[in-house]
């Protein structure tokens, strides 16, 4: 199993930077491939941004590219997602989630509210 546990949510205003971190424990974190999701009021959780395994290739969603930026540090067994410029839009809250085929596990998310 692998406990996931965000942090680095707040209050920012539009055009502002926050960078959320998930620490993960209980397994070997490098086996994982990890994503960030968020779900905002009255929506459905949606997918934000996945990296690799040992890093590399990452993916995002449409709505963060170019301000987004997701990392890792598997010494560590931390993620990172640094949001730059952000938007209203971009209030939810914030879910990591660790990956290994149909296993799946979630933190309890943070939440971020951009607001001015």
């Known amino acids: 199993q692998v406990q996931l546990v965000e942090s680095g949510g707040g209050l920012v205003q539009p055009g502002g930077s926050l960078r959320l971190s998930c620490a993960a424990s209980g397994s070997t974190f490098s086996r994982y491939v990890m994503k960030w999701y968020r779900q905002a009021p009255g929506k459905e959780r949606e997918w934000v941004s996945s990296?690799?395994?040992?890093?590399?290739?990452?993916s995002y969603a449409d709505s963060v590219k170019g301000r987004f930026t997701i990392s890792r540090d598997n010494a560590e067994n931390m993620v990172y997602l640094q949001m730059n410029s952000l938007k209203p839009e971009d209030t939810a809250v914030y879910y990591c989630n660790a990956q290994n085929g149909q296993i799946g596990y979630w933190g309890q998310g943070t939440q971020v509210t951009v607001s001015s």
């Open positions: 990296i690799p395994r040992t890093g590399g290739r990452t």
